[in-house]
C-alpha cells in the first residue's frame, strides 16, 4: 500500500521536513473502496471502466482511498488510466464526482481505445 501526503508546499531544492499527527478511523477497507467505485462507473460510466486493484491511502484534508480508473477493452484488458475516484475511509463515501469529470474520463476512453486495432486482439 502507499501513502500520497497532499498538499504540502515542498521546498524546489534544499532539506524537506514534515511532521504530522492525523488520526482516521479506517472503516472501509482498499478492497471494499474498490468495490463501490467499481459500482459507480458501472452505474454511471460503463461497463468497460474499471477502479484499479490497489486503492493508495491519501492523507489530505480528509483521508481517503484513491482509486485509479481504468478503461478496459475486450481481449486487451486494462489498457490505461483515464481518472482517479477517492473514497473516505471513515464513511466509505465516495468522494462526490461531477458530471464534467465523468464527461472528461469518457472523453480520454474513447482517445485511448482509438489507438486499438477494432478486430484484432494480442498475441497469447
Known amino acids: 500500500m502507499s501513502i500520497i501526503l497532499e498538499r504540502y508546499d515542498t521546498p524546489k531544492t534544499?532539506?524537506?521536513?514534515?511532521?504530522?499527527?492525523?488520526t482516521?478511523?479506517?472503516?472501509?477497507?482498499?478492497?471494499d473502496a474498490r468495490?463501490?467505485?467499481?459500482?459507480?462507473?458501472?452505474?454511471?460510466?460503463?461497463?468497460?471502466?474499471?477502479?484499479?486493484?490497489?486503492?493508495?491511502?491519501?492523507?489530505?484534508?480528509?483521508?481517503?482511498?484513491?482509486?485509479?480508473v481504468n478503461h478496459s477493452l475486450p481481449g486487451f484488458g486494462e489498457i490505461g488510466r483515464?481518472?482517479?475516484?477517492?473514497?473516505?475511509?471513515?464513511?466509505?463515501?465516495?468522494?462526490p464526482v461531477t458530471v464534467q469529470y465523468i464527461e472528461e474520463m469518457i472523453h480520454r476512453a474513447k482517445t485511448l481505445a482509438t489507438s486499438y486495432p477494432l478486430h484484432t486482439s494480442p498475441a497469447r
Not at 534544499?14 to 492525523?22: A, H, N, P, R, T
Open 14 to 22: 534544499g532539506q524537506l521536513k514534515i511532521s504530522f499527527d492525523i
Open 24 to 31: 482516521a478511523q479506517i472503516n472501509i477497507s482498499a478492497d
Open 35 to 68: 468495490r463501490k467505485v467499481n459500482g459507480f462507473l458501472l452505474n454511471n460510466v460503463s461497463y468497460l471502466i474499471v477502479g484499479e486493484k490497489h486503492p493508495e491511502l491519501v492523507i489530505g484534508e480528509r483521508v481517503v482511498w484513491r482509486v485509479g
Open 82 to 95: 483515464i481518472g482517479i475516484i477517492d473514497v473516505d475511509v471513515e464513511t466509505g463515501a465516495i468522494v
